[in-house]
């Protein structure tokens, strides 16, 4: 029996639609028809099935949703989900996830932290022999609850679930009144255990297990690491791929990108081939936070950051765009969208644009999550120690930008950390490299092609600049050192992005089997 089954999920077209009560006590109402079903069905490859049951209706006419403890069901909306799979082959268990898919959500309950759900198998307590629970804080039109993860099914046995939602009665903010939601149930199943963030990173290797004396398959794994605070994070752990041919390739956007490792939870990947040589930013002077004629080498307005991102993604404080152009403060056209970065220069009227091909398509945007890149400097000349990767990452994390400068942004699409390849010469698969990136180079004792993320011939950006400098950028030479050049020299670009954290793949990892993202 091949295992290796693709999954397949569709939406459970179970709506629960809330209206607004006219009455003044009221916070929201629910009712439902004789009519609404709630019944999906997962059909699968030979061997297995499943199928889950919303509840039908609920019987009680219309709920009013106040304030209260969560057993009271008189103020709490409560559905019955079973759950029915159907295995031909009892060596192939079945897997199966449940979320709420949130179509909408008003501000106040979106605000708040006492709009709850709770999923048991309990049909008399929402607090006993609980599976999952919550709140919607923060959760707008788009977003996912997941309530039931990975769940495993060995048997055709019927799961009964009973999911709660409520107003909890330490709620005293008026703002939760008179709001309405939507919300869906979508599942999918599977018959083999994907592999998460956190398995990925258990197969990594203790920190102290030298390269050199590593199996091939272990050389092939992730590698563990820790970090002492710094000025922007807290002490955490990371797991990260190094060597020159681990087996982490993953399909992600219909291209072939690498895992760089586990980071808080989340898999952090980078494309595997360049999108082609060009600036970082080339705003001139009195354009944006360009001071000179050779771009700024602030990653929160470069034209490169726009480029990456999504259409206005991100615009920053006082930039405004008419769909076309973005303009900073003072109206200066900066970017032109779905263009490269170009020279643009104080009281432009249009933009030298030349077509960028490359963006994340829809589902590849849906998979991915916002992230906090640090954008810590250093200043930096030709006989300055770089550092150790340990010390390069914690000057990136560090407080010390040019003057002005942003110390981190929040976004979705950026480029590599300098730690990212310095890291990847640690335990000793190459000292001198690991120690010192500048002479990471054959004519100073380096081997840079023992890093997998090192490309011959290619210099190649990073998202950090000289802190010292208003206009340059770090980037990795094509020889492999580390090295710095003003923003608007031409350099080979490779975005980063973060898979959510509810990512599930499939896979070895390998160029032949690449991992790829279950839905």
């Known amino acids: 029996m091949n295992k290796k089954k693709k999954v397949m999920g569709v939406l459970i077209t179970l709506t ?3 209206t607004v009560m006219g009455s003044t006590f009221a916070y929201l109402s629910w009712s439902s028809s004789e009519e609404q079903k709630t019944n999906v069905t997962f059909t699968k490859e030979a061997g297995y099935s499943c199928s889950a049951n919303g509840g039908g209706n609920i019987t009680e006419g219309d709920v009013v949703i106040a304030p209260t403890d969560c057993t009271t069901g008189k103020h ?18 079945i897997y199966m996830d449940l979320w709420l898919n949130v179509n909408s959500m008003g501000t106040g309950l979106s605000n708040s932290n006492n709009f709850k759900y709770s999923l048991t198998t309990s049909s008399t307590n929402c607090e006993t022999d609980v599976v999952s629970t919550g709140t919607f804080t923060g959760k707008t039109a788009g977003d996912k609850v997941t309530i039931l993860n990975g769940n495993t099914y060995t048997s055709t046995t019927t799961e009964t679930y009973y999911l709660y939602i409520w107003l909890d009665k330490e709620e005293t903010s008026s703002d939760t009144m008179n709001q309405s939601f939507s919300l869906s149930l979508g599942g999918s199943c599977y018959n083999k255990m994907p592999i998460t963030a956190t398995t990925l990173a258990s197969k990594a290797n203790p920190s102290t297990l030298m390269y050199a004396d590593a199996t091939d398959s272990q050389k092939a794994e992730m590698w563990t690491f820790s970090h002492d605070a710094t000025a922007q994070t807290g002490a955490t752990t990371d797991y990260r791929y190094i060597g020159s041919s681990p087996n982490n390739y993953i399909t992600y956007n219909d291209e ?8 808080d939870g989340r898999i952090k990947i980078i494309r595997n081939e360049s999108l082609g040589s060009m600036s970082w930013d080339y705003k001139k002077s009195g354009v944006g936070s360009s001071t000179s004629n050779y771009g700024s080498n602030d990653w929160t307005d470069s034209q490169l950051m726009y480029m990456l991102n999504p259409t206005s993604y991100t615009l920053k404080t006082g930039y ?7 303009y900073d403060g003072s109206g200066n056209i900066i970017y032109q969208l779905g263009c490269k970065p170009a020279s643009i220069a104080s009281g432009a009227t249009s933009y030298s644009c030349t077509t960028n091909a490359w963006a994340l ?14 954008l810590g400097g250093r ?18 994390r ?3 930008v040019y003057s002005g400068r942003p110390t981190n942004w929040t976004g979705l699409v950026g480029l590599m950390y300098p730690s990212d390849y310095a890291y990847t010469f640690a335990n000793g698969v190459d000292d001198t490299c690991y120690s010192d990136t500048y002479n990471c180079r054959s004519n100073s004792g380096g081997n840079p092609s023992s890093s997998w993320l090192y490309k011959s011939g290619t210099s190649q950006l990073t998202v950090s600049s000289r802190s010292g400098n208003a206009n340059y950028v770090f980037f990795i030479a094509n020889t492999g050192f580390f090295c710095s050049d003003p923003a608007n020299n031409n350099f080979w670009v490779r975005p980063i992005v973060y898979l959510s954290s509810d990512i599930k793949l499939d896979g070895t990892g390998t160029s032949s089997n690449p991992y790829v993202i279950v839905e």
Not at 320 to 326: K, Q
């Open 398 to 400: 560090g407080t010390t």
């Open 16 to 18: 629960i639609i809330f």
């Open 76 to 93: 709490v909306i409560k559905r019955e989900i079973t759950v029915n799979p159907s295995i031909t082959d009892i060596n192939m268990p």
């Open 379 to 396: 200043k930096y000349n030709s006989t300055t120690h770089i550092g150790t990767a340990e010390e390069i990452y914690t000057w990136e």
């Open 320 to 326: 405004t765009s008419d769909g076309t152009y973005i």
């Open 256 to 263: 072939v990108w690498r895992i760089i490792g586990v980071f």
């Open 361 to 374: 398509n829809s589902t590849a945007l849906s998979q991915i999550s916002e992230t906090i890149y640090y």
